[in-house]
């Protein structure tokens, strides 16, 4: 088993910053990927970025050029850098991780709001 905890999230004006953190525990080896999604009222949860264990990453059009994914491998965590954000970007935003390709975990979700 693996638990993801999220932290970060809160409230910020359009064109601000916010960075949330994923802190992994448990059985943590084998993790392939890491990832964050979000999901908005009344819509899909997307992915929007990932990051595999040797360091590739991958962004949703919707936020490239504006969010970085990275990961401090000697503490287990993943980070989600924002910048410009939008109102259109507020949504719960979700930790992912997927182990031995097969088993997919989740955190609790973090909320972030852009006001205008």
């Known amino acids: 088993q693996v638990q993801l905890v999220e932290s970060g999230g809160g409230l910020v004006q359009a064109g601000g910053s916010l960075r949330l953190s994923c802190a992994a525990s448990g059985s943590t080896f084998s993790i392939n990927v890491r990832a964050w999604y979000r999901q908005a009222p009344g819509k899909q949860r997307e992915l929007i970025a990932a990051?595999?264990?040797?360091?590739?990453?991958n962004y949703a059009d919707s936020v490239k050029g504006r969010f970085t994914i990275s990961r401090d491998n000697a503490k287990n965590t993943v980070y989600l850098q924002m910048n410009s954000l939008k109102p259109e970007d507020t949504a719960v935003y979700y930790c992912?991780?997927?182990?031995?390709?097969?088993?997919?975990?989740w955190g609790q979700g973090t909320q972030v709001t852009v006001s205008s």
């Open positions: 990051i595999t264990s040797t360091g590739t990453t």
């Open positions: 992912n991780a997927v182990k031995d390709n097969a088993h997919m975990y």
